[in-house]
Structures are given as C-alpha cells and as structure tokens.
C-alpha cells in the first residue's frame, strides 16, 4: 500500500516561514496529482495546494503568493514551502496522493486515495 509520511511542522511566530515534507513510498509522485491539506479544531479539512503529476499547481485562495507546493521526483518526496504564516494557518497539515495524474477538483478530498497521518503547524501571533 502506499504510505506517506510528513515531517516539518512546528511552532512559528507570525510572519515566520516553515517547510513540510512527504515522503511517499510504493509511490511516484511525478506520475499522479498530490496535494497538501489542513484541518483546524472544529474545522472541515480543507485543500491548501495540489500539484499534478506533470507540474501544474492549484493553491486555495488563502495562502496563494504565500505557499509553494513542489515535489522531488527523483526521491518521491512532496513540499510545502509556507511563508508570512499567520494565526489562520494554525491546522494540522496532512499530505495526499491520487492515482491519476490530474484531477477534476485538485482541492477536493474525495480524489485522494492515500493520506499521511498529519504534522501539526501552530503559528502564534
């Protein structure tokens, strides 16, 4: 099965920058769409960045000039680069894989056939 694995998350002052890993294995992440989505308390889950298997990217409206999405296909690795976070961006953050290499709706949950098991990001102001 595939299985993903983030890494990176941490405390962060407002206006800091952090950088997540997922390190994917039984997987090639430059042949199928991933993405990057978040989950605060009592908040649905919701798509922050996806990428394709061919490069294209997709950001939500909020962290779009703030986030950058990018994958290392030569390890199977997937990134998000998160700068001038803000208290909004407090979530745990999971990373997610599909099987085909562009989806309808990049940001949707439901195209998504693997999930990690998340990494926290607190960000204080």
């Known amino acids: 099965a595939v299985q993903l694995v983030e890494s990176g998350g941490g405390s962060m002052q407002a206006g800091g920058s952090l950088s997540l890993s997922c390190a994917a294995s039984?997987?090639?992440?430059?042949?199928?769409?991933m993405a990057w989505f978040r989950q605060a308390p009592g908040k649905a889950r919701e798509g922050v960045a996806a990428?394709?298997?061919?490069?294209?990217?997709t950001y939500a409206d909020s962290v779009k000039g703030r986030f950058t999405i990018s994958k290392d296909n030569a390890n199977d690795i997937l990134y998000l680069q998160m700068n001038s976070l803000n208290s909004e961006d407090t979530a745990m953050y999971y990373c997610?894989?599909?099987?085909?290499?562009?989806?309808?709706?990049?940001?949707?949950?439901?195209?998504?056939?693997?999930w990690g098991q998340g990494t926290q990001v607190t960000v204080s102001s």
């Open positions: 990428v394709t298997g061919d490069g294209y990217t």
């Open positions: 997610a894989a599909a099987f085909r290499e562009r989806l309808v709706s990049p940001l949707a949950q439901y195209g998504y056939i693997a």
């Open positions: 039984r997987y090639t992440v430059n042949r199928a769409s």
